[in-house]
């Protein structure tokens, strides 16, 4: 052991300064690639790990139950009533905001507004009450005419189903007449000429039958359209206007309705900004 360590330090001792400033010239490189690639370890690491904590803090937010919140008139927030957390009914108090540059003449012109919207909510309101007047009136005019009607189309359908009876009536009269005619001819008693007009008879009364039954048929799908509500043909042709002139009404009326409602919203929207 003494000898090898005495050739050991032999062997430092022999070595020239050049080697030895070689090795240290080394070190330093080893040093400088490990200190460079540590830098860029962490310049990574800081460009790649806030990215992934900012994304799944974003994704947290939205995924959060949202609500705008907006004022009726811009300004700056005086006070705070909800805090963070906190249950909040509909209707109830949330901010408190002041503007300073809302001014009387921004009062008067509000006021303004209200009074002019008030006004025509009131025109809104007569023409909507008197249309419904009017529609009272054309359902007691529908009313009467329609009781009118079904008075004269049942007289009408009586008439024509005793128009229906007769026709049947000379029909089989006819009918008996060609039917002995035929025989006649058939047994060259008379002319076979005689069966033509015969024939020609008998058509005419099927004819008149059929134009019987026809119109009574007619008659009978008023009626029952009249008691429906459906004014078909030209007996029920004033009707039929009234009733189309009512339904205009009817939607006028509603179109009103709907515009008074909207008036008094914004009145009540309009008055409590001049509340605040």
Same mark, same amino acid.
């Given at each position: ?29 080893? $040093?400088?690639? $490990?200190? $460079? ?7 990574? !690491? *800081?460009?790649? +790990? ?19 919140? *907006? ?13 963070? %957390?906190?249950? $909040?009914?509909? %209707? ?14 921004? !009062? @008067? ?57 007769? !026709? ?21 008693? *008379? ?25 009574? *048929? ?10 429906? %509500? ?11 206007? @009234? ?23 914004? @009145? ?5 900004? +001049?509340?605040?």
């Amino acid at each position: 052991m003494p000898q090898d360590n005495l050739l050991a330090a032999k062997a430092r001792s022999t070595s020239t300064p050049d080697q030895r400033g070689s090795r240290r010239f080394k070190g330093l490189v080893r $040093v400088s690639s $490990v200190s $460079v690639a540590s830098v860029l370890a962490l310049l990574v !690491a *800081t460009s790649i +790990l806030p990215p992934l904590v900012a994304d799944q803090s974003d994704r947290a937010v939205m995924n959060a139950p949202v609500t705008l919140l *907006t004022a009726p008139i811009p300004g700056d927030v005086l006070s705070m009533q909800a805090t963070t %957390g906190t249950p $909040v009914a509909r %209707g109830a108090k949330l901010v408190e905001i002041g503007n300073s540059r809302v001014d009387r003449s921004t !009062a @008067i012109q509000l006021d303004g507004n209200v009074a002019e919207m008030r006004e025509r909510a009131v025109a809104v309101l007569r023409k909507r009450e008197s249309n419904q007047v009017y529609l009272a009136n054309l359902d007691q005019s529908i009313r009467e005419k329609a009781a009118q009607l079904d008075q004269i189309l049942r007289a009408q359908i009586s008439e024509l189903k005793a128009n229906l009876a007769e !026709a049947d009536a000379v029909m089989e009269q006819r009918r008996l007449s060609y039917d002995q005619t035929a025989q006649l001819a058939s047994r060259n008693v *008379t002319n076979a000429n005689t069966l033509k007009p015969a024939r020609q008879q008998l058509e005419a009364a099927q004819s008149a039958k059929d134009a019987a039954n026809a119109k009574l *048929t007619q008659k009978v799908s008023q009626l029952e359209g009249l008691s429906k %509500g459906i004014y078909v043909g030209e007996d029920l042709l004033a009707l039929a206007e @009234i009733s189309q002139k009512r339904r205009e009404i009817e939607f006028d009326t509603q179109r009103l309705a709907i515009e008074e409602a909207e008036l008094h919203a914004r @009145i009540r929207d309009q008055a409590r900004l +001049l509340d605040i």
